[in-house]
């Protein structure tokens, strides 16, 4: 099959359906909404996935400019013949190949197209109709995302949905790191950004963190709340119990995960979080802000706890019980990863992709 996967940059999750689609035997081409040198990605493309050159890798897309990137992406089309196209998120990549009128679409959501940007305006919500009602298949992580692209007017009979899952050879429980010593450490992948929640996890660490002078948080990443976030840990005298090493690779991230005793997301919005998976495959118990994307994993109390979305005072409770449960933690991890095992495995999740494929070819 001939496939052009188009998407907003380069990531480990686009790595992932690149390398997997060219291992199975297609012809893979693909397209990026912004410039490569924004990518998240340290490895390279997969063997035999061909990147094709456009308009946006001279100028960024704006959608006051509809037109002439819908004239660039007719030219590609008619260049590579594709017999399907994998496009997201909903209102940009997917969208421009609406607007060219292929009819082999199969439209994939990122979460927060649907979850956030469809809600944003009335043209955004119109643009997400626009898009579903075109596209030939849909591809979602979870419940939530289904159901919220039924009801922007995607057929239901044309929706698949599975959780990307991960790479359960890469993220896999490991012993405890020497040069971890007797700390106790929390540790949040998310990036520095509002949506994300990682103030929260800042100004809740800073609450408790000076009655346990052993506890420690890692915060990978970076983004526009950094100067926010060591405001919030400067103030509170708690800095030196916080180690903030940049973007990490997809080849050291299970260092890290191996590092920490507790994983801590408190994004506002998700579908299923990839990082959260990857901290389970690892065996680590999971705190995360109660939303209906995570309600579809975890059973509080089981693999981790929730904590009401947006209250940072909320979120201190809880990691402050997760040290105080440090006995329970082990248990934890391991029912985590059995949970990740039974329904997040990469490798067995993904042919269910060519099941809305198929769908899209087929018309």
């Known amino acids: 099959m001939r496939i052009l996967y188009f998407s907003r940059t380069y990531t480990p999750h686009d790595h992932r359906f690149l390398q997997a689609m060219s291992e199975n035997g297609d012809v893979v081409y693909v397209l990026h909404l912004e410039n490569r040198s924004q990518s998240l990605e340290d490895r390279p493309l997969p063997r035999g996935v061909e990147r094709v050159h456009w308009l946006a890798d001279r100028i960024p897309f704006r959608h006051a400019q509809l037109l002439p990137f819908v004239s660039s992406l007719r030219r590609v089309l008619t260049r590579i013949k594709p017999q399907v196209i994998l496009a997201g998120p909903l209102q940009t990549c997917a969208f421009l190949v609406a607007m060219t009128g292929f009819r082999h679409l199969v439209s994939m959501s990122w979460g927060y197209d649907l979850l956030i940007d469809a809600q944003r305006d009335r043209w955004m919500t119109w643009v997400t109709r626009y898009t579903l009602k075109r596209s030939a298949a849909f591809l979602g992580d979870c419940e939530?995302?289904?159901?919220?692209?039924?009801?922007?007017?995607?057929?239901?009979?044309?929706?698949?949905?599975?959780?990307?899952?991960?790479?359960?050879?890469?993220?896999?429980?490991a012993k405890r790191p020497a040069e971890k010593g007797d700390a106790f450490v929390f540790l949040s992948t998310r990036s520095w950004e509002p949506i994300y929640g990682v103030d929260l996890i800042a100004r809740a660490f800073a609450e408790f963190a000076p009655r346990y002078p052993y506890a420690h948080l890692i915060l990978?990443?970076?983004?526009?709340?950094?100067?926010?976030?060591?405001?919030?840990?400067?103030?509170?005298?708690?800095?030196?119990?916080?180690?903030?090493?940049?973007?990490?690779?997809f080849?050291?991230?299970?260092?890290?995960?191996?590092?920490a005793d507790v994983y801590v997301s408190a994004s506002h919005s998700d579908g299923t979080s990839i990082s959260m998976l990857e901290a389970m495959a690892c065996g680590r118990p999971v705190i995360l802000s109660?939303?209906?994307?995570?309600?579809?994993?975890?059973?509080?109390?089981?693999?981790?706890?929730?904590?009401?979305?947006?209250?940072w005072q909320a979120l201190a409770g809880v990691m402050e019980r997760a040290i105080l449960n440090f006995p329970k933690l082990e248990r934890m991890?391991?029912?985590?990863?059995q949970l990740v095992e039974a329904r997040a495995d990469w490798q067995r999740n993904f042919p269910k992709l060519y099941t809305a494929l198929a769908w899209a070819s087929s018309l």
């Not at 919220?148 to 429980?173: E, K």
């Not at 526009?224 to 690779?249: C, E, F, H, N, T």
């Not at 991890?333 to 990863?337: I, L, S, T």
């Open 290 to 311: 109660d939303i209906p994307g995570n309600r579809e994993w975890i059973t509080s109390g089981e693999q981790g706890w929730f904590f009401r979305n947006g209250d």
């Open 220 to 249: 990978l990443g970076n983004g526009s709340q950094a100067s926010l976030l060591r405001k919030i840990l400067s103030q509170a005298d708690v800095l030196d119990q916080v180690s903030m090493p940049g973007q990490i690779g």
């Open 333 to 337: 991890g391991k029912a985590a990863r």
């Open 251 to 259: 080849k050291d991230l299970p260092r890290y995960y191996h590092l």
């Open 144 to 173: 939530t995302i289904r159901r919220l692209a039924i009801a922007y007017g995607m057929n239901p009979q044309r929706i698949v949905t599975f959780p990307w899952g991960v790479d359960l050879r890469h993220f896999s429980p």
